[in-house]
């Protein structure tokens, strides 16, 4: 699990395309929906334009979501 998470949002070339949605529950334990709510202790989310640990682009489907780097450290450690 990690402390804090630096996400840079990008358009191109994504480590991590991501999902959002209103439903904890099917974003509980998946890397690629992400589920926003306010009491989340364990999880925090800091946006930074470089040195991020992971490169996230938006999508409007789940079915797109999911690792583009499927080798990347981070790959099953975040959901």
């Not at 999902?19 to 334990?29: L, M, Y």
């Amino acid at each position: 699990m990690f402390e804090d998470l630096k996400v840079q949002l990008v358009k191109t070339e994504p480590d991590l395309c991501v999902f959002v949605t209103r439903d904890k529950i099917a974003a509980s334990g998946k890397d690629e929906l992400w589920c926003f709510y306010d009491l989340m202790p364990e999880k925090k989310i800091r946006l930074v334009n470089s040195d991020a640990d992971v490169k996230v682009q938006y999508v409007n489907s789940a079915a797109q979501a999911g690792w583009k780097n499927k080798t990347h450290r981070l790959v099953g450690r975040i959901g």
